[in-house]
């Protein structure tokens, strides 16, 4: 029998508000590190029918221009969108006790909250800002979208008739040859 081993992954997204502003310090080296928490709310019905709130706190650090980053333009109850992996740490505290903590170590943090520098959602990484989102995000505005009209390509059959009660899409595959 073949000795397959699973693939390691370790990938975790979540999405929330900061319980407090980012805390913020540099390592012995001068890294940056900031931490902070952020509370993901669930909302459910429970056997009564009665609606209930469920609420999440996750630990989160971002190191580098990242941890910079958040503690420019975080504060408490900023809207977030934090994607990284899980990570373990344990530390002894001054009594000889040991802490174990598990918490997010950030790739990559969307700001979800309009800022004054620049509109709309900006997305950060380890290595710095990556993108503006043009749109603003919390826009009530609903974007419709036309089907494109369906171009037959006389070098294939084609599989749909052209029926007025049907919605067709097309995705810009005509050019491919099945």
């Keep these: 029998m073949l000795n397959l081993k699973m693939p390691d992954i370790n990938s975790v997204m979540i999405a929330g508000n900061l319980t407090n502003n980012p805390s913020y310090r540099k390592t012995t080296n001068g890294t940056p590190v900031a931490n902070f928490y952020v509370a993901s709310n669930r909302k459910f019905k429970d056997s009564s029918g009665q609606w209930r709130e469920n609420v999440c706190f996750v630990g989160v650090v971002a190191w580098h221009k990242l941890a910079d980053s958040c503690v420019e333009f975080l504060t408490k109850g900023s809207a977030v969108l934090v994607e990284g992996e899980l990570q373990s740490r344990t530390w002894k505290n001054d009594d000889g006790s040991n802490n174990n903590v598990v918490e997010i170590k950030a790739r990559r943090i969307q700001f979800l909250d309009r800022h004054s520098k620049k509109e709309g ?58």
Excluded: C, Q, Y
């Design 121 to 178: 959602a900006m997305i950060f990484e380890e290595s710095g800002e990556i993108d503006v989102a043009e749109a603003e995000p919390h826009s009530s505005e609903s974007v419709h979208f036309e089907p494109a009209p369906v171009v037959n390509d006389p070098a294939r059959p084609s599989e749909v008739t052209n029926n007025s009660s049907k919605s067709e899409f097309n995705f810009g595959f005509d050019n491919l040859k099945f």
